[in-house]
């Protein structure tokens, strides 16, 4: 079975600061990785995802993420936060084999402060 | 991407009731999961809504405590039965679409208070 750890419970970070929010993987095969992030009271909303090809993804806001294979990593980084940015972060991973079962991180609270 | 709705987005009831949660979906959607978010938790997956049979359920959770409808193909509904303190959380609706197999989108959750 596969499992991902987010070792940060909390991150509080400077505005325009850079941050690095962890995210390790267990599988036995192959997955996909996704970032979730849940701004105060609203849903999940999805922020990036690696599928294939390049190992460095981006989202339209800044974040981007590498996938290590040989580290079993997918950490997320943004050079420079803004106060919008404080939210929880999920880390996922699905099974490449079938299936659209998602487990997640138990979460990383990013908070930004002036 | 796919438009989810959820019904109620919040309730506080009582031990030993029920409570129904819906679940609207703006287009045909091939999967339809229920995750639940304890508080200070991450999600965690209760089953998979299958359309015209029988949900599909995690360990840990079982069809008497959360009952699952699905009659077509943008809607499913989620009982929590019985429910004690311990149901509290966030019941969150999740959807891949057609197209976009490899994503899944999540509706704003339903926040249920048990006391």
């Known amino acids: 079975a596969q499992s991902v750890t987010q070792l940060d419970s909390q991150v509080p970070v400077f505005e325009e600061a850079p941050v690095e929010l962890r995210c390790n993987y267990s599988?036995?095969?192959?997955?996909?990785l996704f970032w979730y992030v849940q701004y105060p009271n609203q849903g999940l909303q999805l922020l990036l995802k690696?599928?294939?090809?390049?190992?460095l993804v981006e989202s339209i806001n800044g974040f981007e993420a590498e996938f290590n294979k040989s580290q079993t990593s997918f950490h997320l980084r943004k050079p420079s936060v803004h106060i919008s940015d404080t939210a929880e972060y999920f880390c996922a991973v699905r099974l490449t084999g079938g299936g659209n079962k998602l487990t997640f991180g138990t979460g990383t609270q990013l908070k930004v402060e002036l | 991407s796919a438009v989810i709705s959820q019904k109620p987005s919040r309730d506080i009831c009582q031990r030993g009731t029920s409570l129904t949660i819906q679940c609207q979906v703006d287009s045909q959607v091939t999967m339809m999961f229920w995750y639940r978010q304890q508080p200070g938790q991450s999600l965690t997956l209760i089953a998979t809504?299958?359309?015209?049979?029988?949900?599909?359920?995690e360990s840990g959770f079982v069809i008497d405590k959360f009952p699952i409808s699905r009659p077509n193909l943008t809607f499913s509904t989620l009982t929590v039965s019985n429910m004690s303190p311990e149901d509290s959380s966030i019941y969150l609706c999740?959807?891949?679409?057609?197209?976009?197999?490899?994503?899944?989108?999540f509706g704003p959750g339903t926040r249920l208070t048990v006391l």
């Open positions: 809504a299958n359309q015209g049979s029988e949900a599909t359920y």
């Open positions: 599988s036995s095969v192959s997955v996909y």
């Open positions: 999740s959807v891949v679409g057609r197209g976009s197999y490899n994503e899944q989108f």
């Open positions: 690696y599928l294939s090809g390049s190992t």
